[in-house]
């Protein structure tokens, strides 16, 4: 069998990268995972809504973050009666139709969506509240 050639114009065929010493580079390595940041802003939703009264309703943004749920009313003088901010362990939540209960042992808040587009769409509002509740409340720790 003839061996083939090589000339001053041509060259093997490369099987290994080598360095000018003659040796095979180590495999790069993967880069080590960055870690969280300490300094990093929590993630925080938030959503107008109408927080319902017996006769009238104050409307205001709840915020979902992964340290609990707020209401914080438009209107100073709502401030002062119907603000509220609970963590995880302090609530209870449910979402049924076109309303949010949020259940505390001193009071239950119910809200509606605000600036919505008809029922439909404060319910996918609502629904999506929840689920951000959902998500970002720590599971329980079992004994």
């Given amino acids: 069998m003839p061996r083939a050639s090589y000339g001053p114009d041509t060259a093997p065929p490369k099987t290994e990268a080598r360095s000018a010493r003659g040796r095979v580079p180590a495999p790069a390595e993967a880069p080590a995972a960055t870690p969280a940041r300490s300094d990093a802003k929590p993630v925080v939703y938030s959503f107008p809504v109408v927080h ?14 992964s340290a609990g749920v707020a209401f914080v009313p438009d209107n100073e003088e709502d401030k002062s009666k ?18 949010l209960t949020v259940k505390s042992n001193g009071r239950t808040y119910r809200f ?32």
């Fill in 52 to 65: 319902k009264h017996a006769l009238r309703g104050c409307r205001g943004q709840l915020s979902v973050s």
């Fill in 82 to 99: 119907d603000a509220f901010a609970f963590k995880y362990g302090e609530f209870l939540h449910a979402v049924s139709g076109d309303e």
């Fill in 112 to 143: 509606k969506a605000a600036d919505v587009t008809g029922k439909d769409d404060g319910r996918a509002r609502l629904q999506e509240i929840g689920d951000h509740i959902s998500r970002l409340r720590p599971a329980p720790v079992v004994k």
